[in-house]
């Protein structure tokens, strides 16, 4: 009866460690393009996003205002970087510094502080993720 007991509890403890994890996993949308919100001009080009190649990065890093729960949304929702001005756009709460402060929640800021660690990284300059538009 005793060791029957243990074998059931330590299957129930395996399926908690390994199996409800994935029921809870966030479904990150594919590859996507960046554009900024209606209403922004944008000076260069869309970016080409790849969800999949940031998967070993936790989702709370760029979606620091995330609580792991609610829907994830986009920079440009009310309440985080709404600030779409010219005349804003070093400011914390702009769009634009969403993706290029030097804070590590930024695209750019995180991919320097790689680069500083000497550790794999993804583009540091513009032209790399803003590529010249075509005519």
Do not use: Q, R
């Not at 922004?40 to 890093?61: E, I, L, Q, Y």
């Not at 402060?101 to 500083?116: N, R």
């Amino acid at each position: 009866m005793k060791k029957t007991l243990l074998i059931c509890m330590v299957t129930a403890a395996l399926v908690c460690a390994f199996a409800l994890p994935s029921l809870y996993a966030v479904d990150a949308p594919g590859d996507m393009v960046l554009k900024a919100p209606a209403g922004a001009k944008m000076t260069k080009s869309p970016v080409d996003f790849s969800h999949k190649g940031h998967a070993a990065v936790d989702c709370t890093k760029c979606h620091h205002n995330w609580d792991g729960k609610a829907a994830i949304k986009k920079c440009s929702n009310e309440g985080c970087h709404v600030d779409t001005s010219k005349k804003g756009k070093k400011k914390p709460d702009s769009f634009y510094s969403a993706f290029h402060a030097k804070a590590d929640f930024s695209c750019v800021g995180c991919h320097k502080a790689l680069k500083k660690a000497k550790e794999k990284t993804g583009p540091t300059k513009c032209g790399d993720c803003h590529p010249k538009k075509k005519k």
